[in-house]
């Protein structure tokens, strides 16, 4: 290397120290700050992946935008010979509307996430109930309450029972059902 160059990188650091100083810091927090993000999306990561059967209900999810192929049909078939369980489940997004007249304040209707299940779900973890009841119960159609209609039960967060003033047990229509 030509000596020069190191002479006079020693004496501009000599002459206008305070400026190293300074690049020297936003170098450090720039890396700082890069490897922070780093380790939270790492610690994120490895959260997600821990409780991922959890969160999913299973190992694998599949999401689809269109119904299934009769090719698909036939692969999820064959999974089901190979004693491989899976449930199928639909979510859309839906308008809950009060059955009666709402108390001052509450919302008459609500733009809601709805999630079909079958009986199976969840395969992996539980869903927890206040009061605690079994989904087969409260999800099963209770023709004698609702006139001779088949009147369906659901499982709702608790915001929802309070933004539309509802309470456990009461009635609701989602769309036009």
Same mark, same amino acid.
């Given at each position: 290397m030509n000596p020069f160059i190191f002479s006079m990188a020693w004496r501009e650091t000599r002459g206008a120290w305070r400026h190293f100083l300074y690049f020297f810091a936003c170098i450090a927090i720039g890396v700082g700050a890069l490897v922070g993000v780093s380790l939270f999306g790492m610690n994120v990561d490895r959260a997600v992946t821990k409780e991922a059967r959890g969160l999913l209900g299973g190992d694998l999810e599949i999401r689809l935008t269109h119904p299934l192929s009769l090719a698909g049909q036939t692969v999820m078939d064959s999974l089901?010979? #190979?004693n491989m369980v899976f449930t199928h489940v639909s979510e859309l997004i839906a308008m809950a509307a009060r059955t009666s007249q709402p108390p001052s304040g509450a919302?008459?209707?609500q733009i809601?996430?709805?999630k079909a299940i079958e009986s199976a779900y969840p395969l992996?973890?539980?869903? #927890?109930?206040?009061p605690a009841q079994s989904l087969d119960v409260l999800?099963?159609?209770d023709e004698i309450r609702c006139g001779g209609q088949s009147c369906f039960g659901a499982v709702v967060q608790e915001s929802l029972l309070i #933004?539309?003033?509802l309470s456990v047990g009461d009635h609701f229509k989602?769309?036009?059902?």
């Open positions: 089901g010979e #190979r919302q008459s209707t809601i996430e709805l992996y973890g539980a869903i #927890r109930l206040d999800l099963h159609p #933004r539309m003033g989602i769309g036009h059902v």
